[in-house]
C-alpha cells in the first residue's frame, strides 16, 4: 500500500510544453507540499497546501500552479517548461502541519530538453 | 532568511569506522528533523528532536539537539554498507522547514 503516491515516475519533454504531475496520499495527512530537488540534491519547498487552501507559495514562477481538489490529493501543472525546470519533483503530506515529520512520493524526473 | 548549514557535504568512510554531520542554523529552532534518501530513492524520515539538548537513538544512529537549539549532530557508528546514501536536516523555523544541502555517505568496504 503506497502512502504517498506521485506520478508519472519519468517524465521527458520539450521546452514550451505543458505537463503535470499527479499526487495522492493515503495516510489521512492534512497537509500536502511540492518539492524541487536540483542536480545538487538541494530540496526547495515550492508550494504547501492545509486541507485544500495554499498556505505557502515559495518564490516559484507563475507557470507552476498547483491544484488541490481535496486533502488526499495535490496536482502539479506547469506551463512553458524550460530547461531549468529539470530537476526531481517530490511530493509529500505531514500529519498535521508544516512543523510535523514529512511523507515524500517516490518523486517524478522530469527532464526538459 | 533563516539558513540550515550543513557539513560536510560528502563523507567517505571506511566500513566499520564512525562519522558525524553536522547541522547549525543561524536561528533558534522549534525542532530539527533528519531524514535519509538512498541513491535514486526518496527522502524518509528518521527522527525529530523538539528540546533543547534532546539525544535520541536508533541502532548506530545518534542524534543530538544544541542547548541553544541552534545546531545537531548525526553520528553513526560502525558505518555499514547499508548507511549509503544522503543525511539531510531540517530546522523549522517562523512555521517553515528549512533543508539543510545534505551529507553524501560512500561507504568503503
Known amino acids: 500500500d503506497t502512502a504517498v503516491s506521485q506520478t508519472p515516475k519519468y517524465l521527458v519533454t520539450q521546452m514550451g510544453n505543458d505537463k503535470s504531475i499527479k499526487c495522492e496520499q493515503n495516510?489521512?495527512?492534512?497537509?500536502m507540499y511540492w518539492y524541487k530537488q536540483d542536480s545538487k540534491k538541494f530540496l526547495k519547498i515550492m508550494f504547501s497546501?492545509?486541507?485544500?487552501?495554499?498556505?505557502i507559495n515559495e518564490t516559484v514562477p507563475n507557470r507552476f500552479s498547483p491544484k488541490s481538489p481535496d486533502k488526499a490529493h495535490l496536482n502539479l501543472h506547469i506551463n512553458s517548461l524550460e530547461l531549468g525546470d529539470s530537476a526531481v519533483y517530490f511530493c509529500?503530506?505531514?500529519?498535521?502541519?508544516?512543523?510535523?515529520?514529512?511523507?515524500f512520493g517516490n518523486g517524478t524526473r522530469l527532464t526538459v530538453t | 532568511g533563516q539558513q540550515v548549514m550543513q557539513i560536510p557535504q560528502y563523507q567517505h568512510v571506511q566500513e566499520g569506522e564512525d562519522f558525524t554531520t553536522y547541522c547549525n542554523s543561524s536561528?533558534?529552532?522549534?525542532?530539527i528533523q533528519w531524514y535519509k534518501q538512498r541513491p535514486g530513492g526518496h527522502p524518509v524520515f528518521l527522527i525529530q528532536?523538539?528540546?533543547?539538548?534532546e539525544v535520541k537513538k536508533q541502532k548506530r544512529l545518534t542524534f543530538q539537539f544544541g542547548e541553544a537549539k541552534k545546531n545537531s549532530s548525526l553520528h553513526i557508528t560502525a558505518t555499514q554498507t547499508t548507511d549509503v546514501g544522503t543525511y539531510f536536516c531540517?530546522?523549522?523555523?517562523?512555521?517553515?522547514?528549512?533543508f539543510g544541502a545534505g551529507t553524501t555517505v560512500t561507504v568503503r568496504a
Open positions: 509529500a503530506s505531514s500529519q498535521v502541519d508544516v512543523g510535523s515529520p514529512l511523507h
Open positions: 495516510l489521512g495527512h492534512d497537509t
Open positions: 497546501y492545509n486541507n485544500k487552501e495554499l498556505i
Open positions: 536561528t533558534t529552532l522549534s525542532n
Open positions: 528532536l523538539v528540546k533543547s539538548g
Open positions: 531540517a530546522g523549522l523555523y517562523d512555521y517553515k522547514l528549512s
